[in-house]
């Protein structure tokens, strides 16, 4: 709990807030690695219930007892992989893209076809896409050179480094200097209640009434507006219809929300977009740094339209420093801040087998959210929440090591059942993971099934 705490300290709560009765049961090794990854999902877990819970309160509820198991926050971490429905894959196009290869010098890196990622990186490395010829192709380049090579392409890769060598990069030193959630002050506004019934009204819940632009996809970003979603929060999932996807990704991260297609490139979608930004109280995105400013929807923007809202940003390495405006997914965050080359060694590095950083981020920016809701009731103002996969891994690996003998618990059905939930949706019946934390007064659900994407008009309900 003394993580769950430090977190919410951080973020402005004071230790004399209300008073819930916070329980965390468990501990690890659950998943095959020495880091901590399911007590600290469960730490930010805790500590997202925590803020919900307290603005429960200040809807007039009474103070809840909240319950966080390590092993389920775990199995968090690859929650699609619990999803099982008819006609359930995954595309497995770009595989050989995405895998740590050697270099001519000996250093590893790690390619990410994903995507459109992948034609660019055939296209540089100019071999077919199989994993004999891009050995062979990577084994061409010096590591350094190759990773400066695809980020002046725009596209994904990164030289696997130890956290001694990230912690002396510019980026690293960069992202040093900022706490695991950045909540920073983006002008003024009013002070403003939180929107919707009192705690004893009908189908009041900690989250009713906010409403929620989720402008995000794979994995972290919609693992933000999802948990948000798990505490009433409505949420309208905005994606561009030119975009590629992935479904089982999108079926484990969409429950709770609606789905429309809107294309920023056109003028008419754009002016849609800006009027529902009008109405709403968050604004979630997860592109590449100055992707959505370029169209006109620039934080600053976004709290001109919208005095008082809350902007959710999500990247791979930072918001500022040399990286900031490189794309880059969960693999490449393992990689650079030595989490992964600690996880394996330099002889045979691998990644960490789950989403740690991808969903702990997600949890991390809900709970960036909750907490500039509350501060907004006492201080107004319009709110910049920040939060990065590679900041995320940094937390992740300051935090102590489970003992080298330690065997792995790993997931059994029986522990897991009590988690798993059925819903009916429109690719069938639906088996899944459903939400982790367990709160008195206000249980934690998703009122809607998971939405295909484009099913919904660009309206709030």
Not at 73 to 84: G, H, I, W
Not at 173 to 193: K, Q, S, T, Y
Not at 332 to 350: F, I, K, N, R, Y
Request: some cysteine.
């Amino acid at each position: 709990m003394r993580w769950t705490n430090n977190l919410l300290a951080s973020l402005g709560r004071a230790a004399n807030s209300h008073e819930h009765a916070l329980k965390i049961t468990g501990s690890d090794p659950v998943i095959a690695t020495r880091f901590r990854a399911g007590e600290a999902a469960a730490a930010v877990l805790a500590a997202n219930a925590t803020a919900a819970a307290d603005l429960w309160c200040a809807r007039g509820g009474r103070p809840q007892r909240i319950e966080v198991e390590v092993r389920a926050a775990a199995a968090s971490l690859v929650s699609f992989a619990y999803l099982r429905y008819q006609g359930a894959s995954l595309d497995r196009r770009g595989q050989a893209t995405t895998a740590l290869y050697r270099a001519r010098d000996g250093r590893w890196i790690h390619l990410h076809g994903g995507f459109s990622s992948r034609e660019g990186t055939l296209a540089l490395l100019n071999c077919d896409d199989n994993a004999g010829a891009i050995a062979n192709a990577v084994a061409a380049w010096d590591a350094q050179a190759l990773e400066d090579a695809l980020a002046a392409r725009g596209v994904c890769g990164a030289k696997l480094r130890s956290a001694d060598e990230w912690r002396v990069h510019p980026q690293g030193i960069a992202l040093a200097r900022v706490p695991v959630v950045e909540i920073l002050r983006l002008g003024d506004a009013d002070r403003e209640p939180i929107p919707g019934p009192r705690a004893d009204e009908r189908d009041a819940r900690p989250l009713s009434g906010v409403r929620v632009l989720d402008l995000t996809r794979v994995l972290a970003g919609p693992t933000c507006a999802r948990t948000l979603a798990e505490h009433g929060a409505e949420v309208l999932h905005v994606r561009s219809p030119k975009l590629p996807s992935i479904e089982p990704f999108v079926i484990d991260t969409n429950p709770g929300k609606r789905s429309c297609f809107l294309d920023l490139d056109r003028k008419e979608d754009a002016r849609q977009l800006r009027a529902l930004v009008r109405e709403a109280h968050v604004f979630s995105q997860g592109y590449r740094p100055g992707a959505l400013a370029r169209r006109g929807f620039a934080p600053e923007e976004l709290a001109q339209t919208r005095p008082g809202i809350i902007v959710v940003s999500i990247d791979c390495y930072g918001h500022e420093g040399p990286f900031a405006e490189r794309p880059g997914w969960e693999q490449l965050a393992q990689t650079v801040t030595g989490m992964a080359l600690e996880h394996a060694g330099d002889e045979h590095p691998a990644l960490v087998p789950a989403a740690i950083n991808d969903y702990t981020t997600g949890y991390l920016g809900a709970l960036g959210v909750m907490r500039a809701l509350a501060r907004r009731t006492t201080e107004g103002g319009s709110w910049h929440v920040r939060v990065s996969l590679a900041r995320t891994a940094m937390w992740i690996m300051s935090l102590p090591r489970t003992a080298p003998d330690a065997k792995p618990g790993g997931f059994d059905a029986a522990s897991i059942a009590p988690w798993i939930i059925e819903m009916d949706t429109a690719w069938g019946p639906l088996s899944r993971l459903g939400p982790i934390a367990r709160m008195s007064e206000s249980p934690l659900r998703w009122d809607l099934p998971p939405a295909p994407l484009g099913s919904d008009p660009a309206a709030w309900s």
